[in-house]
């Protein structure tokens, strides 16, 4: 897209490359009535975000219990693996914050940006840190919160799809409010 201005020439809007993602058959790799995928990231201590990943952690025990108290299945997976932003290390984290130590799953990370993709459209609900986890669940129709932690990316993108109050600000968490 293409805007001319009588003030700057030739301005690109550029869309994400997440947006144009087609999801491809996979095996599920769970079962049962309601499967709810969780993300969390586990930044590197130098990198500004609104709280600690401590205290993120503590929020998605809260939910995980919440849902698992209603017979949910929690599955936990990674979007990414590197040495400063561990989705496996973020979810270790929140399950050892965990007050119900059942019904939940680890789903091994594999560098297959496919099977990761097409995996949120296994969900029938999704609670995630990360900003194109939230854009392909909603390219797949699954029902999604965002949780905003830095620079109001994943706020944005929610806003501009119309579901700003299914996002929430990690500074602004009340389980009540959720």
Known sequence: LLIKSDVIDDIQIIGDPALSFKP??????????????????????????????????????????????????????????????????????????????????????????????????????LVSQRLHACILSWLQSVPNIGFDYQFLKTMDFMSSIGMKDYCVRTDQFTLDNY
Not at 32 to 39: A, E, P, Q, R, S
Not at 59 to 80: M, R, W
Request: proline share 3%.
């Open 24 to 125: 491809t058959p996979i095996a599920t790799p769970f079962d049962g009535d309601l499967n709810i995928g969780m993300n969390i990231r586990s930044m590197g201590i130098w990198e500004k975000q609104y709280i600690s990943n401590s205290d993120i952690s503590k929020i998605f025990a809260q939910i995980a219990d919440f849902f698992i108290d209603y017979g949910a299945n929690i599955h936990f997976f990674s979007f990414t693996e590197n040495m400063h932003d561990s989705d496996t290390k973020g979810a270790q984290t929140v399950i050892r914050n965990m007050r119900n130590k059942r019904n939940y799953s680890i789903i091994p990370f594999k560098n297959d940006v496919d099977f990761t993709c097409s995996l949120l459209g296994k969900f029938d609900y």
